[in-house]
């Protein structure tokens, strides 16, 4: 009986492997994901518009949302934590009634730039813009752009401060 247990779980693995691979691959040829950006715990990715993952970056777990008119870009050496929500495209809170198909939508491009750390379980809204060489902090919900060089956390985000020989 513990052979057969063993024997199922190997298999059980073995076939849950495939299907990531498989997934990620399918995420490779349909978004611009450099070859080598990681896809830890494979996002959850929705999307009508453009996804850019650059060389080396980590996104770990959450959800990438993109829009028509909308896209985001992750740059290069980003370090991306677990539960992140990346939303270019989100509900208008003036039109929250009637038929979701009927409501419009906010829509606007997110870019995060290169050297980005963000923790886990933050969620960055539309219109976006993380600096270079900046920090999220965890559970932090984003709703103004960042500069370069900050550290920034909250609900919403705000400046912690600079990093050291960035002060301003």
């Keep these: 009986m513990k052979l057969i247990k063993r024997f199922l779980s190997t298999l059980y693995n073995y076939m849950e492997k495939c299907s990531i691979d498989e997934k990620?691959?399918?995420?490779?040829k349909k978004f611009n994901i450099h070859p080598t950006a990681r896809?830890?715990?494979?996002?959850?990715?929705?999307?009508?518009?453009?996804?850019i993952i650059g060389e080396n970056s980590y996104f770990n777990s959450g959800k990438i949302y993109s829009g028509v008119n909308s896209y985001?870009?992750?740059?290069?050496?980003?370090?991306?934590?677990?539960?992140?929500?990346?939303?270019?495209?989100?509900h208008n809170p003036d039109y929250s009634t009637g038929p979701e198909d009927k409501r419009p939508a906010k829509e606007a491009d997110i870019i995060i730039g290169d050297n980005v750390w963000i923790g886990s379980n933050c969620f960055i809204l539309p219109?976006?813009?993380?600096?270079?060489?900046?920090?999220?902090?965890?559970?932090?919900?984003?709703?103004?752009?960042?500069?370069d060089n900050a550290i920034f956390g909250g609900i919403p985000a705000k400046l912690i401060r600079y990093k050291k020989g960035f002060e301003k």
């Design 127 to 147: 219109g976006v813009t993380i600096g270079n060489n900046s920090v999220v902090g965890a559970n932090s919900v984003v709703t103004k752009n960042i500069p």
């Design 72 to 90: 985001v870009k992750i740059g290069k050496w980003c370090a991306i934590g677990y539960n992140v929500n990346i939303h270019a495209i989100t």
């Design 24 to 28: 990620d691959m399918m995420y490779r």
């Design 39 to 51: 896809l830890g715990y494979l996002p959850h990715i929705v999307f009508k518009g453009n996804i």
